[in-house]
């Protein structure tokens, strides 16, 4: 079957990006070469994760917005660190899908929330969080 | 805010632009230069720190490493998925290699609230 040519960027492409599921060989490659298995699709290492929490100096009652968070990385991984609350943000929701089930496997006892915005123009006031991360996303 | 972005190096010119939207990941497509894009979310940088090198080493382990179990990927994912992802990985490696492609740390402030200590 010939496949449909996607256009590079656009809403469609990344629909389809998230929709596949991280196949076992796939997740082989992420724990070879970033250290975790989430599905990602960026460059963003564990240690780079960990750099990312270093800087945000969060803990328990603050909260973290992750914008174009994909399946969840790396907010999922400062929540762990810090125990902060979190709001990832991303279009696709075949993303979104990811994210919770990303965040349910790892038992964590902080609200996490998921919600489909743009982030050029996100639904929140200004102050809601007490930081926001990134990654591979705003180029 | 903290994250890493990926871009093109200051002031490409529009050829410089083009190849890299062709070679990066579908994200690279804005003429926007970081401190710009920065300042326009209510934020000024803080720290920035260039991490090219370890993109490069990413993105070419990666694709060794799909390479290596290129059998199974191809039996999980299907043929055309894996040449397909091991194409963009290429590019992404040629536009890294070609200095079309960066990767950097950005962390900024609110500057109101930096005093404060808070909105990171």
Redesign the interface.
């Known amino acids: 079957m010939a496949s449909k040519k996607i256009e590079k960027g656009s809403a469609y492409y990344f629909q389809e990006k998230y929709s596949r599921s991280l196949t076992l060989a796939g997740g082989k490659v992420e724990r070879a070469v970033l250290g975790h298995e989430v599905g990602l699709n960026g460059y963003t290492t564990v240690e780079q994760a960990q750099e990312l929490y270093d800087y945000l100096e969060l803990s328990e009652g603050d909260r973290l917005l992750d914008v174009g968070s994909g399946r969840g990385w790396p907010g999922l991984h400062i929540v762990e660190k810090s125990g902060c609350g979190l709001v990832v943000t991303d279009v696709p929701l075949a993303a979104l899908r990811h994210a919770r089930n990303n965040e349910l496997s790892r038992h964590l006892s902080q609200e996490v929330g998921i919600i489909a915005a743009d982030g050029r123009n996100l639904p929140f006031r200004s102050g809601s969080f007490s930081g926001v991360v990134h990654a591979d996303v705003i180029c | ?7 093109t190096p200051a002031a490409p010119s529009a050829f410089e632009r083009e190849r890299a939207a062709e070679l ?7 003429s926007t230069p970081i401190e710009a ?1 920065t300042q326009s979310s ?1 934020f000024e940088i803080v ?1 920035q720190r260039d ?1 090219t090198e ?2 490069h080493r ?2 070419k ?2 694709l060794e ?2 390479k290596r ?1 290129e059998r ?2 191809r ?3 299907g043929s ?2 894996y040449e397909e992802e091991q194409g963009k990985k290429l590019g992404t490696l040629t536009g890294i290699e070609e200095g079309l492609l960066r ?1 950097s ?1 950005i ?1 900024a402030l609110k500057p109101y609230r930096r005093s404060l200590g ?3």
Do not use: K
């Open positions: 805010m903290a994250g890493y972005l990926i871009h990066g990941p579908a994200e690279v497509n804005s894009m209510g720290a991490v370890s993109f990413t993105c382990a990666i490493v799909r179990l199974e990927l039996a999980e994912e055309e998925f990767r740390l962390v808070g909105s990171r």
